[in-house]
């Protein structure tokens, strides 16, 4: 069936690395791609979204990439920083779609280490 | 700042209780949504709504029920609140128009603990 899905459900990083999160598409349809960012007992946080006319978009520390050949999506945080900690979702749309019901990843836990 | 506001963080009831969950958006949105989000099993779709009055089943609307009488508020129903219903759970928004975002907003969440 359709699903996005991450490739792995643990991420701990070094301060001051560089941080990458994996998602896997299955929907060749999906045109819009957005990556959350969850804080512990807080809701997901919108941080940076693509749609599928583009490979790359840029924002304050953050890099989404998208590889439509293998339908593909990572997201880049450069700098890691503790605050950075949380679990990260991605998750597809179809602009056109009525109601614009997501489908979301699993999450990967991103833990950063002093 | 557009918002998504749940009424409770945290929230106790006992087995066998009605309980409500109430969310408020302030965005002018047309489509509510309500999960649950359990460790392993990530987000799952309870209800959703498309316009005032209107809901849609999701994938576990089972001991569930919702309410929009108003176009901002969505509220989520347990009729008679179990212990498996011990869950964060979260709504969000989204307007139907076209736009920059076809995202969500989520609100903070409600964590839910049934005794």
């Known amino acids: 069936g359709e699903s996005v899905g991450l490739h792995l459900p643990t991420l701990s990083v070094q301060e001051g690395d560089n941080s990458i999160i994996n998602c896997a598409y299955s929907?060749?349809?999906?045109?819009?791609f957005i990556w959350y960012k969850q804080e512990s007992g807080k809701g997901p946080q919108f941080i940076i979204d693509?749609?599928?006319?583009?490979d790359k978009r840029q924002g304050q520390r953050v890099t989404v990439l998208l590889n439509k050949t293998v339908k593909h999506l990572s997201l880049q945080i450069a700098a890691t920083q503790p605050g950075d900690s949380a679990v990260y979702f991605c998750a597809e749309n179809r602009i056109y779609n009525q109601g614009g019901k997501l489908i979301f990843g699993q999450g990967t836990e991103l833990s950063v280490k002093p | 700042d557009v918002k998504v506001t749940q009424s409770s963080r945290y929230l106790v009831k006992r087995t066998g209780e009605k309980v409500f969950l109430e969310c408020v958006q302030d965005m002018d949105h047309e489509n509510m949504f309500w999960y649950r989000q359990d460790p392993g099993l990530g987000l799952r779709l309870i209800y959703f709504s498309y316009d005032v009055k209107m809901k849609e089943k999701g994938d576990i609307p089972e001991g569930y029920s919702v309410s929009r009488e108003k176009k901002e508020r969505f509220s989520l129903i347990l009729e008679s609140a179990s212990t498996n219903q011990t869950s964060m759970y979260l709504c969000a928004s989204i307007g139907s128009g076209t736009g920059r975002n076809y995202g969500y907003t989520f609100g903070s969440g409600t964590r839910l603990t049934v005794v």
């Open positions: 693509i749609r599928s006319n583009m």
């Open positions: 929907n060749s349809a999906s045109d819009y």
